[in-house]
């Protein structure tokens, strides 16, 4: 095996044949041939991925690998690593799209004269895009011996792109390493970033240079040029961004760049990108930068911030924060390098709106106007996702400016929660976007509101503007909940009227739908087949959830587990994975968690692609009735049976699960009375969800005054 192998995981196998990590060890047990261990551990061994390739084949198990498939996994066991490997495949989709031609010419030679030959053409692509390699670029060129393990994994990428584009590959790749390692990265949602890019107002015509100073994986950037992408758009964004992590950095920057378009750094009205690398708040790469707006998702509680050798550094005009206060150091970093009448938007912990430590900093920023709006976020929104979020706007007050009399807040955390339940796959962002922009801009319109009075919003926020006279206390205390009225979820007594009425029908409802007592009878003993035997024999397709993407809702677990509508949104970055779509029929079973929840898809929602942790049962009708399926898959012991247990969760393989084998006919008897089942399990689920609501209603009602005891 050469040494520069592509190594590949258990679960990677499995992938490539479509088939559960149990299939992969029971090979290993069973075929003598099986491939051995080239690296990995004892408990998780790795394998050489031309080998594996070989002997799938000639087992007859894999037919072809699927191109994308066979590229994530070359990244993925890169023996630079994954982020190596995502640098040079950057690099590589940057010369393609800049030079077609240039790049079949370097591809028809051997590997090892391709390194060379690359290594020279890339240098000239880069320079091209980010100046000299002397300048501080984030991205150096790799030499020859860097690229050559490379060289299969950009042939395949080079051949991804040529299908989908070189933007949507990379986003691709990167979207599948940020996916398989959420905990290594701080991740910032596509969603969020696009509210904080347009709450910047970075694709508006007076913002032409944007600053990321902790810029991650260039999450925010990305957002920015999108909305300078929008039509109507006149922006012309000079993107700028900092980021302690080199790999990353060098990510970014390819991402920005490709994203960006070709257009050479020098030609006229080009997008620039300059990514630096290193620690910002010691070393501040963009010392002279008056930027048009700054976006930054800074790390949380720090307290290695630089806080001893920094005491005296200039960019703290509102007060030099305290060690454990690195987010108010963050925010006047991001003041400081602000134009005058410049927007910063940043996401914040909930504790640096109230901490003590930092309510002189927070004083100060209210005096003189340089804070604008504090936005409450739900649970969910980024991580860490148990915590509701907040997002800070500020404005660099000018020389001549007058500091605003008042400061926007807006929370969005408790209906949001109302309306969907809470989490991260359960957040409607259309509704929270709209909610979040309207009050600010009616905010920050010509003119804005009068003092104390609540912005029109729609639906999925409380908004209010507060004086700033009246936040000057002994706290400064800037959490919108303390200072909104409690969120009228109830409507006051007319809506909790409504929803005891709809409570009272449901409860009659749900009584109606009461089983009848069940008749004894002496267990049954009937032949058995598993829903693997009957894939195998064409009765019906297992498929699994994916994060294709798509223009549709997702169907979520939660969905499935709530027994809710798609909530679901799709996966952004252009992954060339083709969405599962649901279709009327299909039994879909939640693959996590060893809850025996199963869900038949109906009219209202089929159509909706089928999000992660799912797997659907697509039954031929002619063989299986879909509502005796799923009956079965909700046994208690069956699910027992079908499922296997990790250090901290319960995985279900569903084609281990069991159906007995009856007629069609007697399969629709069992059909109709587990469907009765299921209308009567939703019955009772509604009637909890109006009964909890009315309960809270009713103690909102009577703690507030507007519901009186009698």
């Known amino acids: 095996m050469p040494e520069n192998a592509t190594e590949v995981t258990a679960a990677g196998i499995a992938r490539l044949a479509g088939v559960g990590r149990a299939a992969v060890s029971n090979w290993r047990r069973r075929h003598a041939d099986f491939p051995q261990p080239v690296g990995g551990t004892e408990t998780s061994p790795s394998f050489a991925l031309p080998e594996v390739e070989r002997w799938l084949r000639d087992q007859g198990k894999l037919v072809e690998v699927p191109l994308r498939e066979r590229v994530w996994q070359q990244l993925a066991g890169h023996p630079a690593g994954p982020v190596t490997a995502l640098v040079h495949t950057g690099c590589a989709l940057l010369l393609v799209h800049r030079s077609p031609a240039a790049w079949r010419e370097i591809t028809g030679v051997s590997d090892e004269r391709m390194a060379g030959v690359l290594s020279l053409a890339l240098d000239d692509a880069l320079a091209a895009r980010f100046g000299p390699a002397g300048n501080g670029r984030a991205v ?34 990167l979207g599948r390493q940020l996916d398989a390692n959420p905990r290594q990265y701080t991740l910032t949602p596509p969603a969020l970033a696009e509210l904080m890019a347009e709450l910047a107002g970075t694709g508006g015509p007076g913002v032409r240079t944007v600053l990321d100073p902790a810029a991650g994986t260039g999450a925010l950037l990305t957002a920015a040029l999108g909305a300078a992408d929008a039509p109507g758009s006149l922006a012309a964004t000079a993107l700028h961004a900092q980021e302690s992590d080199p790999g990353l950095a060098a990510v970014t920057a390819l991402r920005l760049a490709l994203r960006a378009g070709d257009t050479p750094r020098t030609a006229p009205g080009a997008r620039t990108v300059d990514v630096r690398t290193g620690d910002t708040l010691r070393t501040d790469a963009f010392p002279r930068l008056a930027a048009d707006a700054v976006l930054c998702h800074p790390p949380f509680n720090e307290r290695n911030w630089g806080h001893d050798e920094l005491a005296y550094d ?4 509102y007060g030099f924060p305290a060690r454990t206060e690195s987010e108010l150091a963050w925010v006047q970093h991001a003041l400081a390098r602000l134009r005058d009448g410049g927007t910063a938007v940043l996401l914040m912990p909930p504790a640096a709106a109230s901490r003590r430590s930092g309510r002189r900093i927070r004083a100060d920023l209210l005096r003189r106007g340089a804070l604008r709006a504090v936005i409450a976020l739900p649970a969910g929104a980024a991580p860490p996702y148990g915590i509701p979020l907040h997002l800070w706007v500020l404005r660099r007050p000018g020389a001549k400016s007058q500091p605003a009399p008042e400061l926007l807040l807006i929370d969005t955390a408790e209906p949001a929660e109302q309306a969907t339940g809470g989490g991260r796959d359960r957040l409607d962002w259309p509704v929270l976007r709209h909610a979040v922009l309207d009050a600010w801009h009616t905010h920050d319109g010509s003119g804005g509101t009068r003092t104390g009075e609540q912005p029109e919003t729609p639906p999925g926020a409380a ?4 004086p700033v006279i009246e936040l000057l206390d002994d706290d400064v205390d800037l959490a919108p909940a303390r200072h909104l009225p409690s969120p009228a979820a109830t409507g006051g007594p007319a809506e909790l009227a409504g929803v005891r009425e709809r409570l009272t029908r449901t ?16 267990p049954a003993h009937r032949p058995l087949t598993t829903i693997g035997e009957l894939a195998r024999a064409g009765a019906l397709q297992l498929r699994h959830g994916g994060a294709g993407t798509g223009t549709g809702p997702v169907l979520t677990e939660h969905d499935v587990l709530g027994s809710t509508p798609p909530s679901g949104a799709p996966a952004a970055g252009g992954s060339p994975e083709e969405p599962v779509l649901v279709a009327a029929g299909d039994v879909v079973v939640p693959v996590l968690g060893g809850v025996t929840v199963v869900r038949v898809v109906d009219e209202a929602t089929a159509g909706a692609a089928l999000g992660r942790n799912l797997q659907l049962l697509r039954p031929d009708p002619a063989v299986l009735d879909p509502w005796f399926l799923a009956g079965f898959l909700r046994g208690t012991t069956n699910n027992r049976q079908a499922s296997s247990h990790a250090s901290t969760a319960t995985r279900l393989d569903a084609r281990r699960l069991q159906l007995p084998r009856l007629p069609l006919a007697e399969q629709r008897r069992y059909g109709e009375r587990f469907r009765a089942l299921a209308a009567f399990e939703d019955a009772l689920r509604h009637a909890g969800r109006l009964g909890g609501q009315l309960v809270q209603g009713l103690y909102d009602g009577l703690t507030d005054g507007t519901v009186t005891p009698e």
């Open 140 to 173: 150096r060129t790799p030499d020859r011996a860097e690229l050559l393990p490379s060289v299969p994994l950009l042939r395949g990428a080079a051949e991804l792109a040529a299908g989908t584009g070189v933007r949507e590959a990379y986003e691709f790749l």
């Open 463 to 466: 908004a209010r503007t507060v």
């Open 507 to 522: 409860l009659g409802l749900a009584t109606t739908l009461t089983p009848p007592p069940p008749a004894p009878a002496a």
């Open 314 to 317: 200039p960019r703290w005009e």
